[in-house]
């Protein structure tokens, strides 16, 4: 069974930042997408960035050149700068291939003076 556990968030003030991590196990695929989305109250699922098996990287507009999406393994890392309110979302790691997606539980992200 594939589980995706992140941590790394939390309250900060405006202008901060963060590093999100994403640790799975139990992948059963030998080449897969990892990735984090992000929803806020109200909005649905967004991208933020995701991270091919050959470590390309694609950003979504909002987040893109304040943050920076890497892997080791089973592992994905989100490292954020220049935090704003508007980044305010509960942030998910997925992993896919092909028809095959999973979700973590998310982790909160509020910024915040």
């Known amino acids: 069974q594939v589980q995706l556990v992140e941590s790394g968030g939390g309250l900060v003030q405006p202008g901060s930042s963060l590093r999100l991590s994403c640790a799975a196990s139990g992948i059963f695929f030998s080449q897969y997408t990892m990735g984090w989305y992000r929803q806020a109250p109200g909005k649905g699922r967004e991208l933020v960035a995701v991270i091919t098996s050959d470590d390309t990287a694609n950003y979504g507009d909002s987040v893109k050149g304040r943050v920076t999406i890497s892997r080791a393994k089973d592992t994905v890392y989100l490292q954020m700068n220049s935090l704003e309110p508007e980044d305010t979302a509960v942030y998910y790691c997925?992993?896919?291939?092909?028809?095959?997606?999973?979700w973590g539980q998310g982790t909160q992200v509020t910024v915040s003076s």
């Open positions: 997925d992993v896919r291939q092909g028809q095959l997606a999973y």
